[in-house]
């Protein structure tokens, strides 16, 4: 990596606080399979000059935290347009927590895709559960495709060094953010060398206060960019331009509208060595457009997504839940703004 952190940016120009209040709509989208506890997704969806925009930070995300993805939601709807260079991208099917038995349903929603990103480490589940999964995925995807895992931080270091021992026959592409800090993933870069299995970071990278620690530390092969966390695509392409390490672009079970942010991100990075994390609108039972950037013949394509007000209406949150989001946009800008 560089030897040196990117400059500090320059806080986001603000557009006034009520061109975002006034125009925003907040839905609640359902979900086809439960997926990080979540039977369905919220998120603030606004339109600005260069079109429609998200704000859709988790709800355990303090106003600090969810100011890195209000400055994403800005420099998208009202920032500057980046060069893409490339109309659709590559994506991975995500498997979420689900019995063996029901992986086909769920692998069959991503036509196309060659790349599969099983979920593991579940706190209702054991290992074995996972060896099933992950076994199901590479059965269903065949020797020449790909299957990665993300444990989300869940395992300590004893615990992901004997899944990995388990899960390496599957000739798995990556591990995901195997473990919650930087030192526990090097130790276990360390123990597992022999493995073959590169560590991949995710949030150690989009949670962190300094996103290139795990570079420094020589904690992962790869890390995983996602563009609401970091503050936006131009953020994000400083970030992968100092750590100097491979990447993959995702997302965060964004809408549409979100995930067209991460295409725009994927397709202006110089280079792509892994299909991106950006098929979810494929978990979405519903979704803000007529046309939702779902997988098609493995991948997506790169546009701004045209939002439907009748979907708006119709996925509409509640007062009370509007009340909240709209609340956390304003904590979110008070944070920027100072």
């Known amino acids: 990596?560089?030897?040196?952190?990117?400059?500090?940016?320059?806080?986001?120009?603000?557009?006034?606080?009520?061109?975002?209040?006034?125009?925003?709509?907040?839905?609640?989208?359902?979900?086809?399979?439960?997926?990080?506890?979540?039977?369905?997704?919220?998120?603030?969806?606004?339109?600005?000059?260069?079109?429609?925009?998200?704000?859709?930070?988790?709800?355990?995300?303090?106003?600090?935290?969810?100011?890195?993805?209000?400055?994403?939601?800005?420099?998208?709807?009202?920032?500057?347009?980046?060069?893409?260079?490339?109309?659709?991208?590559?994506?991975?099917?995500?498997?979420?927590?689900?019995?063996?038995?029901?992986?086909?349903?769920?692998?069959?929603?991503?036509p196309g895709c060659r790349t599969v990103k099983v979920k593991v480490a579940d706190p209702g589940e054991t290992l074995r559960d996972d060896v099933a999964r992950v076994a199901a995925a590479r059965e269903y995807i065949g020797d020449t495709g790909r299957v990665r895992i993300d444990a989300n931080g869940a395992w300590t270091v004893a615990q992901a060094e004997e899944a990995l021992v388990a899960l390496a026959p599957y000739a798995l592409e990556y591990v995901e953010q195997p473990c919650a800090t930087v030192p526990e993933l090097a130790e276990l870069r360390r123990r597992t060398a022999g493995l073959g299995v590169p560590v991949a970071a995710d949030e150690s990278v989009r949670k962190a206060a300094d996103p290139l620690a795990v570079a420094r530390a020589g904690a992962a092969d790869l890390l995983v960019?996602?563009?609401?966390?970091?503050?936006?695509?131009?953020?994000?392409?400083?970030?992968?331009?100092?750590?100097?390490?491979?990447?993959?672009?995702?997302?965060?079970?964004?809408?549409?509208?979100?995930?067209?942010?991460?295409?725009?991100?994927?397709?202006?990075?110089?280079?792509?060595?892994h299909d991106c994390g950006l098929g979810t609108a494929a978990l979405l039972a519903a979704d803000v457009t007529r046309a939702p950037l779902l997988p098609v013949d493995g991948a997506i394509e790169v546009r701004r997504v045209d939002v439907d007000v009748d979907l708006l209406r119709r996925h509409a949150a509640s007062d009370d839940r509007r009340e909240f989001w709209l609340e956390r946009l304003r904590a979110s800008y008070a944070v920027l703004a100072g």
């Open 1 to 110: 990596m560089s030897n040196s952190s990117p400059a500090p940016r320059a806080a986001p120009r603000l557009p006034p606080l009520a061109d975002l209040l006034d125009d925003a709509h907040v839905v609640r989208l359902p979900l086809r399979t439960r997926f990080r506890g979540l039977d369905a997704r919220e998120a603030l969806v606004v339109e600005g000059p260069n079109g429609w925009t998200e704000f859709s930070p988790f709800v355990e995300y303090g106003p600090a935290e969810a100011s890195a993805w209000l400055a994403a939601t800005i420099d998208f709807g009202w920032g500057v347009e980046h060069t893409t260079r490339a109309s659709s991208v590559a994506v991975n099917a995500t498997l979420p927590t689900v019995a063996p038995g029901e992986v086909r349903t769920v692998l069959d929603r991503y």
């Open 225 to 273: 960019i996602k563009a609401q966390p970091l503050g936006g695509i131009t953020a994000a392409l400083d970030i992968v331009a100092a750590a100097g390490l491979p990447v993959v672009v995702s997302s965060a079970l964004d809408t549409s509208v979100g995930l067209s942010m991460g295409a725009h991100l994927a397709a202006a990075m110089p280079e792509l060595r």
